[in-house]
Each structure stands twice: as C-alpha cells, then as structure tokens.
C-alpha cells in the first residue's frame, strides 16, 4: 500500500491507485486524483459521472462496470471513453475514490 496526498490530506491507495477507505474522498480530493491520472479538468459531465460511480458504490457496495455506466448514468459509452479514455469505469472509480469494478481489468 502506498499514502497519496489529495486536497492537502494523505490517503493510503493500493498499488493501483485506488483509495483503501473511500469513506476519506471527499470532492476537493477529484480535481487533483484526475489530473494524476491524465485528466487535467473536471466537466460538469466528469461530475455527473463521478456523482454517479459514488452513489452506485454507497447503494450497492461496488462500482457499475462500463456497459452498465453507459446505461444508466445518463452518459453514453462513447462519451466516456471521451471523458476518462483508457477504461471508463477504471479511472471514473479513482477519481471518485471508490474500489475497482468488478470485471474492470
């Protein structure tokens, strides 16, 4: 495990870059863990997206993988590989400070 530092307060991520405890995220934290991540700023778009992933993970207990991001976050699939490229669901889980999806590879 290592410690981020986000907003001023340092968290401890594993060796992918996803928050051990997402109960610490907070939204200051989002700006800085997307651009560490090659996302240099947050669109409303970023943050219906984020928004989303969270309340999934609070609900459900784990993030949505992409195909069901793409159906129900109100974001097409194509529009997301737009926003987080490189695996939606994969970087939209870091930048929200939640674990890995399931089926995220």
């Not at 993988?65 to 737009?82: P, Q």
Request: overall charge negative; aromatic content about 10%; hydrophobic content about 35%.
């Amino acid at each position: 495990m290592t410690v981020a530092t986000y907003a001023g307060k340092e968290v401890t991520v594993n060796s992918e870059g996803f928050f051990e405890d997402p109960s610490v995220w907070d939204e200051e934290m989002a700006p800085e863990i997307a651009n560490s991540f090659g996302v240099p700023e947050l669109s409303e778009r970023h943050w219906q997206v984020i928004k989303f992933m969270r309340h999934e993970y609070e609900t459900k207990g784990e993030g949505p993988s992409v195909r069901a991001l793409g159906k129900s976050s109100g974001v097409s699939i194509k529009e997301l590989y737009e926003l987080f490229p490189k695996g939606p669901a994969k970087l939209a889980a870091k930048i929200a400070g939640i674990p890995k999806p399931h089926g995220c590879i």
